[in-house]
């Protein structure tokens, strides 16, 4: 009995001793706060910087969820580069485990390829940019 009082004492040390800790960060810790005017200015900056690059390289993960009429779930996974040139150039790659797919824009026609299958497409797009 005199071992489980023992433990039970220091089993409320210990969460007293983190909640105080807890609590110690807490109060400690500065509030930041910001107005809407510095949140809109900041949300500007950010989107300032992409809009001027001429050119973008990025990478990917894309997870597309199927659903069967027996209701299993399959999450197909895959992932790839992708270039854009401003004003109109475009191109990126798509892998995983069941798709090798290539999309190329050239500024007039969007080509889509199936590595895989060796089958593409090719649809004009009027406009200028």
């Not at 990478?59 to 109109?88: C, I, M, W």
């Amino acid at each position: 009995m005199n071992k489980l009082i023992r433990k039970a004492v220091r089993l409320i040390k210990a969460v007293a001793s983190a909640a105080a800790l807890v609590l110690m960060i807490g109060l400690a810790a500065p509030a930041v706060r910001a107005d809407e005017a510095d949140a809109k200015n900041m949300l500007k900056a950010m989107s300032d910087y992409p809009a001027a690059q001429k050119t973008i390289s990025f990478g990917y993960d894309t997870n597309f969820e199927v659903v069967t009429e027996d209701h299993q779930k399959f999450l197909l996974a895959s992932s790839g580069p992708a270039d854009l040139n401003r004003p109109d150039k475009y191109h990126a790659t798509r892998s995983g485990g069941f798709a090798r797919v290539e999309a190329v824009f050239d500024g007039k026609t969007l080509t889509a390829l199936r590595k895989d299958t060796n089958v593409y497409t090719q649809v004009d797009i009027p406009g200028t940019p």
